[in-house]
């Protein structure tokens, strides 16, 4: 019964099936277009997404992760309506984002504001990826870095994000961003900290040698010693909840 929802292609992947069944009664499906799956083998989350690259047929693309949601089932005509009324040179879109925890509880909104990512790109801070569309164009000639695990999309978008790159602001389309993911793992944060100061070295290098940069690293290891501790990552999910965070 999948099949009626899903064109599915690939060659790895032998649960897929199983696990894509469950859609077939969504009650999204009446307002979602044709889905395409594809499962195969990758080397990671940004492989993966540039065998997606090739694939993309419309002129907006938008990387959904794996629990991570659209808010509301006009989140697609939402944002249809707006990229139709945008600037044709817009690069890019943003929507408002939900941040939640680990227990899906939420307890973050974020409202977008392009006017502050070139400035805070070059400060180590990456605006959540989940929450940006792409115009095909700014995929010309260009992939994500795959020797990043972590970071792959911050340094994706400080390449193709310009100073004078146009954008729109979507504040009616909402997504809600799981928590407990890759990056916001105390487990991973060393690696996280390191692949973000080779992306300022890249782009920024002169930021690595500001205060800012030094309560970034010292705070990395504050919530790595947190996520050692016993309870230590209750007590940071905690503090993230009270802070806003």
Not at 103 to 109: D, E, H, Q, W
Not at 222 to 241: C, H, M, N, Q, W
């Given at each position: 019964k999948y099949s009626e929802?899903?064109?599915h292609a690939g060659t790895g992947g032998a649960g897929l099936p199983s696990r894509t069944k469950r859609w077939s009664g969504h009650p999204a499906r009446p307002v979602l277009p044709d889905l395409k799956v594809s499962s195969e083998p990758d080397r990671g989350v940004y492989d993966a997404w540039n065998k997606a690259l090739p694939r993309i047929s419309g002129e907006w693309a938008l990387f959904l992760g794996a629990d991570d949601q659209l808010a509301g089932a006009d989140f697609l005509s939402v944002c249809k309506k707006a990229l139709e009324n945008a600037d044709d040179r817009a690069d890019f879109?943003?929507?408002?984002?939900?941040?939640?925890?680990?227990?899906?509880?939420?307890?973050?909104?974020?409202?977008?504001?392009g006017a502050s990512v070139y400035a805070n790109l070059l400060r180590g801070r990456m605006l959540p990826h989940t929450a940006l569309l792409h115009h095909r164009r700014v995929f010309a000639g260009k992939a994500f870095d795959t020797s990043f695990k972590i970071t792959?999309?911050?340094?994706?978008?400080?390449?193709?994000?310009?100073?004078?790159?146009?954008?729109?602001?979507?504040?009616e389309a909402l997504i809600v961003m799981g928590g407990g993911g890759l990056s916001g793992n105390p487990r991973h944060i060393w690696r996280l900290r390191r692949e973000v100061s080779e992306v300022l070295r890249r782009y920024s290098p002169a930021h690595l040698r500001t205060p800012d940069y030094f309560f970034f690293m010292f705070k990395g290891m504050?919530?790595?010693?947190?996520?050692?501790?016993?309870?230590?990552?209750?007590?940071?999910?905690?503090?993230?909840?009270l802070l806003g965070r």
């Open positions: 929802y899903f064109d879109a943003i929507t408002a984002l939900q941040k939640t925890d680990a227990l899906g509880r939420p307890f973050k909104r974020l409202e977008p504001d792959g999309d911050y340094d994706f978008i400080c390449r193709a994000w310009k100073r004078e790159t146009r954008w729109l602001d979507i504040p504050v919530i790595r010693l947190l996520g050692i501790l016993p309870g230590g990552l209750t007590a940071l999910d905690r503090g993230k909840r």
